[in-house]
């Protein structure tokens, strides 16, 4: 993986993913991912678009975009006060750190 990661407990116990500061804005998406499903629906439209079945493919999952496209996928927050107000990153690399994340789900989730 290109992109180094970390998990980290927030103050309330909640274990979240930190990324580096040019894909920031990712850990908000990832971070409200809350099951193994989902995370395979998600990973499912990525091969979708990597192979060609469809040209892009827009998720809105609470105040974030993601556009996935064949080379890049961005997010984008419109209601972020501080710039950036949008990230990219490799489209495989999106992939990688969301199979990393349903790797946690059970850890995450577990009570």
Do not use: H
Not at 62 to 84: C, H, M, R
Request: proline share 5%.
């Amino acid at each position: 993986m290109k992109y180094s990661y970390e998990f980290k407990k927030d103050p309330f116990g909640d274990l979240g993913i930190t990324l580096p500061e040019e894909i920031s804005l990712f850990t908000d998406f990832i971070e409200n991912i809350a099951s193994e499903e989902q995370v395979d629906e998600y990973i499912g439209y990525i091969d979708k678009v990597l192979n060609g079945t469809y040209e892009n493919f827009e998720i809105e999952l609470n105040a974030n975009n993601v556009l996935i496209k064949k080379e890049v996928t961005s997010v984008e927050n419109p209601f972020q006060i501080e710039a950036p107000c949008k990230n990219t990153i490799e489209t495989g690399e999106f992939k990688e750190l969301l199979k990393v994340w349903r790797s946690k789900i059970p850890e995450i989730f577990k009570d």
